[in-house]
Nanobody, 116 residues
Framework: QVQLVESGGGLVQPGGSLRLSCVAP????????MGWYRQAPGKQRELVAV???????NYADSVKGRFTISRDNAKNMVYLQMNSLKPEDTAVYYC??????????WGKGTLVTVSV
């Protein structure tokens, strides 16, 4: 059973910052596309950011310029730096590892709450 483990969520005030981390097994990490998704209460899960195995990135329009995804292949870690957080960023954030025609694994999620 492949396990992805997220950390770094919490409560932050609007305008604040958080960094999410996710560790994945070394057997798959370097060849996986890694992504962060989020699901707010009553809404569908949506893509936040993705970084390919080669380091190319893509972001949802709602987070462009505020969030940065990065990966450290030596540590099998992917990060999501979130700045200028807004109440609408409140959600459970999930880490994803996938490879086309290969696998699609998810973490259990970490809660981010943006509130005064």
């Amino acid at each position: 059973q492949v396990q992805l483990v997220e950390s770094g969520g919490g409560l932050v005030q609007p305008g604040g910052s958080l960094r999410l981390s996710c560790v994945a097994p070394g057997t798959i990490f370097s060849i996986s596309n890694m992504g962060w998704y989020r699901q707010a209460p009553g809404k569908q899960r949506e893509l936040v950011a993705v970084i390919t195995s080669r380091g190319s990135t893509n972001y949802a329009d709602s987070v462009k310029g505020r969030f940065t995804i990065s990966r450290d292949n030596a540590k099998n870690m992917v990060y999501l730096q979130m700045n200028s957080l807004k109440p609408e960023d409140t959600a459970v954030y999930y880490c994803n590892a996938n490879r086309v025609f290969g696998w699609d694994y998810w973490g259990k999620g970490t809660l981010v709450t943006v509130s005064v």
